[in-house]
């Protein structure tokens, strides 16, 4: 069995101290030239050296724990997302806590809490909460935190958003460009950060195809929590009523997401409506490598993220 490197090995084959080999692997701020610290990480990775981080960890030199805040695993979206973040932690030796928060806000501000106490290296938010309260929740965290697909009004801090408007102007104008006129869009309500650049979106594009805007075709079903449930379909059949409350159906309808597409079209089926000969559907905000944008039938794609 070969004998484990230390950082004993590193320092004698990189011809410095232990001391700077300690100070270069563990990050401080001490001030170590570039060329000591090529030698020394050159050394450490020609020797295969291998840190022990939860010894670390116990010792407090150092946090290899992640947390990442969903607000639905259920959610293919945030599946795909929580997948590869965790990929990337594993690749870093860090530690990935996966919190899913059950869109409930004070289960989400409890596992902020619960990351800090714990001294977490970070934290990936998708928050589902707004208020300015929580903003500066967010600010007072003693660790670095980016907010990851949910934008927060006046928030400041590092973000990783999607480009919602120019999905929701892609996905109406896909439709308008199958020779629809009469689109409606069917989503949760409107008061989060993506759903109201999708509305922009959805109605930037009617606005330039000359195409009048209808509010009342902006159909919202009243929970943020059935719709990712599986075999839950309270949503779609809330919307569907909805419409069915109308003069007519829509020519088009741009759903929020994969799951509520397909569970939607499922009602218009028993119904007697049928997709696409009746009523033509976009899937909405599918990551790419996730599996329920499959289902959509009909021909008319999803429209994807690139994770």
């Known amino acids: 069995m070969n004998k ?42 020609e020797l295969e050296y291998k840190p022990n981080l939860f010894s670390r960890m116990l010792r407090g030199d150092v946090s290899i724990e992640i947390g990442i805040i ?11 997302q929580v997948a590869a973040s965790e990929e990337e932690c594993l690749a870093r030796n860090f530690i990935p806590i996966i919190c899913n928060s059950n869109s409930n806000p004070g289960l989400e501000s409890w596992y902020l809490e619960m990351l800090e106490e714990r001294q977490a290296a970070g934290i990936l938010l ?5 208020e300015e309260t929580f903003v500066k929740r967010i600010e007072r965290l003693t660790m670095p935190a980016l907010l990851v697909d949910q934008g927060i009004e006046n928030y400041t801090g590092d973000r990783v958003l999607f480009n919602f408007f120019k999905a929701g102007y892609m996905a109406a104008e896909y439709l308008i460009e199958c020779g629809h006129k009469d689109l409606a869009l069917a989503s949760g309500p409107i008061t989060r950060h993506n759903r109201r650049e999708i509305l922009r979106g959805f109605k930037q594009a009617l606005l330039d195809y000359d195409i009048v ?19 839950d379909d309270q949503g779609a059949i809330q919307i569907i009523d909805k419409m069915f409350e109308e003069e007519y159906l829509p020519e088009g309808i741009v759903a929020i997401n994969d799951s509520l597409a397909i569970k939607m079209i499922n009602e218009l089926h028993n119904r007697g409506i049928h997709v696409p000969n009746d009523i033509s559907i976009v899937g909405k905000c599918s990551l790419q490598g996730t599996t329920q944008g499959r289902y959509l039938t009909g021909g008319v794609p999803p429209v994807r993220f690139s994770m």
């Open 4 to 45: 484990k490197t230390t950082i004993k090995d590193i320092a004698k084959k990189a011809n410095v101290s232990i001391a700077t080999v300690s100070r270069v692997l563990r990050r401080t701020d001490y001030p170590v030239s570039q060329d000591v610290k090529k030698r020394v990480f050159d050394a450490a990775d």
């Open 70 to 80: 969903v607000p639905s695993i259920n959610n293919p979206f945030y599946a795909a």
């Open 126 to 130: 998708t928050t589902i909460q707004n």
């Open 213 to 231: 805007f209808n509010k009342r075709r902006i159909v919202n079903y009243d929970s943020n929590y059935d719709i990712y449930n599986i075999g």
